[in-house]
């Protein structure tokens, strides 16, 4: 449980190395676990079930796969192209991609995002909006319908979005009803929309779905992706990115 709460995710063939042990008896173990309310068993290994409603806050996730990350970010960055209205979501990950945002040519920035807001403040060729609304403690993200609302008035060319869980059956997922809300009206107000997350996301269910893979153009994400789930990705119609 340990490692499953400090990792984030439980890969069966990793566990059965390290171990020394049979995957038969990693299974049986995690099967157990999961009986007692503490995983929840995905593709290939299992996830601590706080992930799938607890939400830590950004100091926390700022410690978590900090190098892929930061590839993730530069990748990100590299896809903007000719974008001049681009909506960045809540997150340490967005944040990374705004700290790494220095645009050649005038750029709006849209958030719900206070950190985001305060790293791009005064940044040469970036005019900076927050979409207003109640703040999350956690991630300190506008939410609800003021949010919402401000969004509904938007045309934006690109949304870089976030999200606390992937699985190709439920697609993009959060904890909670308000954020996943906010995602659908950044998106529904964008001409193109990116995913962004590491590799851990995938496979984990969190308890609102908000988007599937098919709704966003492409998935950018660490080079631990598998090739499984990188080929079932582009069936689903999303180009895949493993930074």
């Excluded at 340990?2 to 190395?17: N, Y």
């Excluded at 290939?44 to 590839?71: D, I, M, N």
Aim: glycine letters at 8%; proline letters at 4%; charged letters at 25%.
């Amino acid at each position: 449980m340990e490692r499953a709460r400090e990792s984030g995710r439980l890969d069966v063939a990793e566990l059965s190395e390290e171990l020394h042990l049979a995957p038969e008896t990693i299974r049986r173990d995690l099967n157990d676990l999961e009986r007692q309310g503490l995983l929840r068993r995905v593709y290939g290994g299992a996830v601590p079930v706080e992930r799938l409603s607890f939400e830590s806050g950004l100091a926390w996730r700022a410690t978590r796969h900090p190098e892929e990350k930061q590839r993730i970010a530069a990748a990100a960055v590299e896809h903007i192209g000719n974008a001049e209205a681009i909506y960045i979501d809540e997150g340490n990950l967005p944040q990374l991609i705004a700290e790494r945002l220095h645009p050649a040519h005038p750029m709006t920035v849209v958030t719900g995002a206070l950190p985001i807001a305060i790293v791009l403040a005064g940044r040469p060729n970036v005019d900076v909006m927050v979409i207003g609304g109640r703040i999350r403690s956690k991630t300190f993200g506008c939410i609800d319908h003021w949010a919402i609302n401000t969004l509904r008035s938007l045309v934006l060319d690109l949304a870089f979005i976030g999200t606390n869980g992937i699985t190709f059956e439920h697609g993009a997922t959060v904890p909670d009803g308000a954020i996943a809300a906010v995602k659908t009206a950044a998106m529904l107000a964008s001409r193109r929309r990116i995913l962004i997350a590491d590799s851990t996301k995938m496979g984990a269910d969190s308890f609102v779905s908000f988007a599937q893979l098919r709704d966003f153009e492409r998935f950018i994400t660490d080079s631990n992706l598998s090739d499984e789930s990188a080929l079932r990705a582009e069936s689903a119609g999303v180009e895949v990115t493993r930074a």
